[in-house]
């Protein structure tokens, strides 16, 4: 990093927005004054991740540049007024903070000058498991006690344990190792601990195993005394081995049931409740749940052994979840974290013997099926989520872990002969045994995870077509952000539409692009958008160029058996021009989602409505509507340096009830990219909205006169070129293109020949010809 500037240092100084005590803390040292502390938090705090107030985590701001943008992300903060829409912190989200929206002042600077200390903090969602009306006095002063009170390091076998409580849940988090650790496990089991509206929390106490050099997490843990439930730390000093810190945590649990899972888990399907009740029902010794990898793959369903091994290899790791008929329960050989047993039984198989970290959680699991003559239970309805590795995986004696899992299971539990025929699979087993490698965990036992020859875990008898496996591939990231893409329910409107037809379908993300299991796949099929797919080989593979067609070149067509674009005009173009067929398969809509819905929204009633993120731009459509004095309402996020606050109605609209959205509004309004428009690639959008019933007014794109043809209103669709026709068409009023009878007429029609059955239907028929050797063509 280069030196701070002294505009920079000044910028910081004069904001009251810069915390010296709450920055030692996390630095773990002591400045002469305000001015060194701010000039080490620019130079040095910033890159190692330090937050320079309670208020501000720069992370949370620039969340993909936070660490290498020129200008410092608080310095960037400071110099704008335009943040209100953002989040600094878990405990300072500014959206509640609207009387001081006209201040010409950043949120946070308007909030620590007006509110003060005593203030209760506008917490973010994610802060829901902090206690209500918290204020920055109450985090100063639970920071101050955390630095006062390092914790009780005396050993568990040294003191009488903790009487339990019936009916209460201790979740023991190992690996707290950070901040970001300690506040993303609470968030986590906040939400699990809550039960729906009918039935009260599930009672918790957290336990956090935390080093004893705290410092990096010292301000989560700080926090953590703020929590609504009891949380307590359970230090892990440099010499205390992660099992013996579980040790020690289940000897102070006051819970009926331990609940051991890392910092980096999510629960992502299934309450506290939940595991619970399964734990009962199932007469289980420890239920697991299905665990997912950032890519959405399946991390782990519990362990399996090989035949002849003495390795525990993850139960279908990297196999797409959704290509998996799950049962509802399944017995496993053991488990990894997350676990939740009976604290009684976690206590009784405490003792040496066991490795330090490494697999200690599927050991443990292990001696739990043993010491209650019951198995380990995978319970599919629960779904957890991995952000990464940590906890049991990480050891720095792989070697001595190895040993001392091989010494105490030399014979290894049953029941994978089993697991592997109920899910009707003959894997193949590969790698090497991990102690004769250690250090290469990459290298160590893993699996294919093949279906055995005639088997199916549920046999089916078809008539034709037959059920193939359809793997869509997507350029979507594999997290929340996914939902915010066009592609993701364009991919699940398609997958639903193909497996009507009989067919098996997954949904990858890009990450999972290049995913081990594709050999399971019969056909790939590519949503060609922003990026291009690796093609597995032996597959039937599909293009549909869905947008972005610029960035199609004729050496990727080349790789597909079957080529498709969603244009009229540049799939026979393009097929001219690089002598390849590519045939038109248009956009389309969700009929189950996308029909007449007369039920009212009645904030877009009178209005020009437009659902849609700004993509980083001033989308004309949007801005020269509102220039035009006709009432806007704006749905989709990054608005707001283009346009006034008022017009901007929310973030998301979701998309089960678009519909009311479209058919409400004076208008539903929609533009293309430029590239789009000019080689008539037609929006999905257009399709959803004319089989809502809405009032489309687009921008004009090559081929809708031809698309809609059959069922052209009187004056046709309403369409513009410049801003001046946009102003005329929103002037004469939508009831002057369109009455009820075209509006019906047109939904009857892109429902019926634009739905994603009717392009499913024409896929499945094009891949069962090719696959059959036939001539493709139509």
């Not at 792989?398 to 539990?413: G, K, N, Y």
């Not at 991990?434 to 020859?453: H, N």
């Amino acid at each position: 990093m280069n030196p701070p500037t002294m505009a920079a240092v000044r910028t910081v100084l004069g904001s009251g927005a810069f915390d010296t005590e709450w920055y030692e803390a996390q630095a773990g040292t002591t400045f002469a004054d305000l001015s060194a502390a701010v000039r080490h938090y620019l130079e040095h705090g910033r890159p190692a991740g330090l937050s320079p107030h309670p208020l501000f985590v720069p992370e949370r701001f620039r969340p993909q540049r936070w660490d290498r943008d020129r200008t410092d992300p608080l310095v960037t903060y400071l110099r704008g007024a335009d943040h209100w829409g953002a989040a600094t912190s878990p405990l300072f989200d500014p959206a509640s903070l609207g009387d001081l929206r006209s201040a010409d002042r950043s949120p946070l600077v308007a909030f620590l000058e007006d509110d003060g200390p005593g203030a209760a903090l506008p917490l973010a969602p994610d802060a829901g498991w902090l206690r209500d009306g918290v204020t920055l006095t109450d985090v100063r002063e639970a920071l101050r006690a955390e630095l006062r009170e390092p914790g009780d390091d005396t050993t568990w076998d040294a003191r009488p344990a903790a009487d339990t409580v019936s009916g209460l849940v201790s979740v023991v988090v190992v690996d707290c190792g950070t901040t970001k650790d300690v506040t993303a496990a609470l968030d986590a089991i906040a939400r699990a601990a809550r039960a729906g509206e009918e039935q009260p929390a599930q009672p918790v106490e957290v336990l956090l195993v935390a080093p004893a050099e705290r410092r990096q997490a010292v301000v989560g843990l700080a926090l953590a005394r703020l929590a609504r439930n009891e949380v307590r730390v359970v230090p892990a000093p440099a010499d205390l081995s992660l099992s013996a810190a579980v040790d020690e945590a289940a000897h102070e649990a006051r819970g009926e049931h331990v609940l051991l899972m890392s910092a980096r888990h999510t629960f992502r399907e299934g309450t506290l409740r939940d595991w619970l009740a399964a734990l009962t029902e199932s007469g289980a010794a420890a239920v697991h749940p299905v665990v997912l990898g950032d890519d959405l793959l399946v991390g782990d369903a519990g362990v399996a052994y090989p035949p002849n091994g003495k390795d525990p290899v993850p139960f279908l790791r990297g196999v797409h979840p959704d290509s998996v008929p799950w049962p509802a329960r399944f017995p496993v050989p053991g488990a990894p974290a997350p676990l939740l047993a009976r604290t009684a039984s976690v206590r009784a198989v405490r003792g040496p013997g066991r490795p330090r970290a490494l697999w200690a959680d599927i050991d443990l699991s292990q001696r739990l099926a043993a010491h209650e003559e019951r198995p380990v239970v995978v319970v599919s309805d629960l779904v957890a989520g991995r952000s990464a590795d940590g906890g049991f995986g990480d050891t720095a004696e792989p070697s001595a872990d190895l040993s001392a899992f091989r010494a105490a299971w030399r014979r290894v539990p049953a029941g994978s002969a089993d697991l592997f025929g109920a899910f009707g699979l003959a894997p193949v087993f590969t790698g090497l045994a991990a102690l004769t490698v250690p250090d290469q965990p990459e290298s160590w036992t893993r699996a294919l995870w093949l279906s055995a020859p005639g088997m199916s875990a549920n046999l089916e008898v078809r008539e034709a077509p037959p059920a193939l496996r359809w793997a869509i591939k997507t350029a979507m990231p594999a997290d929340e952000r996914a939902r915010q893409w066009g592609d993701f329910h364009f991919a699940g409107s398609l997958a639903a539409a193909l497996r009507g037809l009989g067919q098996q379908v997954v949904v990858d993300y890009g990450p999972n692009d290049g995913r081990e299991t594709s050999y399971r796949d019969d056909v790939v099929l590519m949503l060609r958008g922003l990026r291009a797919a690796q093609l597995p080989a032996d597959v039937t593979s599909v293009l549909w160029v869905i947008s972005h067609p610029d960035q199609v070149t004729a050496d990727e067509l080349a790789g597909y058996d079957l080529r498709y674009a969603a244009s009229l005009t540049w799939s026979r173009a393009t097929s001219a021009r690089w002598d390849l067929p590519v045939l038109p398969l248009l956009q389309c809509t969700d009929s189950s989602r996308f029909y007449i819905d007369d039920e009212p929204v009645e904030e877009v009633v009178g209005k020009a409505v437009l659902v849609g993120n700004s993509r980083g731009k001033a989308r004309p459509v949007a801005v020269h509507a509102v220039s035009s004095g006709m009432p806007v309402a704006v749905y989709g996020s990054r608005w707001e340096p283009f346009l006034p606050p008022e017009v901007i109605a929310g973030i998301y609209v979701p998309n089960e009830i678009a519909r009311r959205y479209y058919r409400s509004a004076a208008w539903a309004l929609n533009d293309h990219w430029p590239d789009m428009r000019d080689l008539g690639f037609v929006s999905n959008r257009v399709f959803d909205v004319l089989a809502s019933g809405g009032r489309l007014l687009t921008d004009d794109v090559e081929g809708l006169d031809e698309l809609f043809r059959p069922v052209w209103p009187e004056r046709g669709l309403a369409r513009f070129t410049t801003p001046e026709e946009l102003h005329a068409v929103l002037a004469e009023g939508s009831d002057a293109w369109y009455d009820d009878a075209a509006l019906r007429a047109l939904s009857d029609h892109v429902r019926s020949e634009h739905g994603f059955g009717a392009r499913a239907a024409v896929l499945l028929e094009d891949v069962l010809a090719h696959r059959a050797g036939a001539v493709f063509g139509r």
